[in-house]
């Protein structure tokens, strides 16, 4: 008798649990079709989409040469920033858009870099580098004189071109987006690096006789690294973080680095990486 008892009460005590496991698990998934259907959820599949119309699995078909779309892929997620009301899915978040403007950005880059592939660092990494080396072979053909050794092939290049004339757009997209001071510190600063390593090299190594060398090293500074970072940056992180001096001493550094490496007789690498260090 008191085993049926006990039988019976187990029974009507498992029912409440089961029912309560049920809500919890059907709420759980309807929160994660909600955030599926999210205007920032479906952006971030569009933006690694490559116009086949499968979005299920991005990272699949993401290639070698996807930062050369950057641009115009940055520029709808600016977009949308801008005008949130302008994005139509059908969805309720679409048709009311939140008006806190920094939680809208938020959840963007949160469900953009939750769905990057691993080499989306590495995308603007390239980018970036082939930014100021555009920048770098522009100022070299506007400056460079006849003891000049120069490759045509270096200060003309269509690429290059095509680069510069979406750059305006491209950083303002980067400055609505707020991700250069955050989640691209690190492919922003290696670009920066090298690059800069690479010119100092070429402006320094075995100018041993022509005096103020130092000076033309802080003048490609003023005249090509500090505007360009300046404009991937944004004017507000660009003063918030120090970077005209830190660019003052990227540039001494990267010279010092040359002249020790000569002196010392080692073989230097242009590619070299320096830290600039926050000051």
């Known amino acids: 008798h008191n085993c049926n008892i006990t039988t019976m009460a187990s ?12 809500r919890r698990l059907a709420r759980a998934l309807q929160r994660a ?18 116009g086949s119309g499968d979005v299920a699995r991005p990272h699949d078909r993401y290639n070698d040469d996807a930062w050369r779309s950057l641009p115009r892929r940055l520029l709808k997620l600016a977009t949308y920033l ?7 899915q059908g969805s309720d978040d679409a048709n009311n858009p939140s008006d806190d403007a920094d939680e809208t950005r938020r959840c963007l880059a949160a469900a953009v870099f939750a769905m990057a592939p691993p080499s989306f660092s590495d995308d603007f990494r390239r980018l970036f580098e082939a930014l100021l080396n ?5 100022w070299k053909k506007e400056n460079m004189d006849e003891s000049m050794d120069v ?7 269509g690429d290059d071109d095509a ?25 922003f600063r290696e670009a920066l690096h090298s690059v800069t390593m690479g010119v100092i090299f070429e402006l320094v190594a075995g100018n041993f006789e022509e005096e103020g060398v130092l000076d033309s ?9 500090l505007p360009w970072a300046y404009n991937v940056v944004g004017s507000e992180a660009f003063v918030q973080g120090q970077w005209e001096a830190q660019l003052q001493y990227a540039a001494s550094e990267c010279f010092v680095h040359v002249r020790m490496k000569e002196k010392l007789g080692f073989g230097l690498l242009p590619r070299l990486k320096l830290k600039i260090r926050k000051l």
């Open 11 to 22: 029974a009507t005590t498992t029912i409440p649990y089961q029912q309560i496991y049920e």
């Open 217 to 225: 090293v802080l003048q490609w500074k003023d005249a090509v690294l």
């Open 163 to 187: 680069l510069l004339q979406d750059e305006d757009q491209l950083y303002q997209s980067l400055t609505v987006l707020g991700w250069v001071p955050t989640q691209l510190r690190r492919p």
């Open 151 to 157: 490759d045509d092939n270096e200060v003309d290049n």
């Open 82 to 88: 801008q005008d949130p009301s302008s994005f139509s």
């Open 33 to 50: 079709r909600s955030t599926r259907d999210r205007p920032a959820s479906i952006l971030a599949r569009e933006f690694f989409n490559d």
């Open 134 to 138: 555009a920048r770098q072979k522009q």
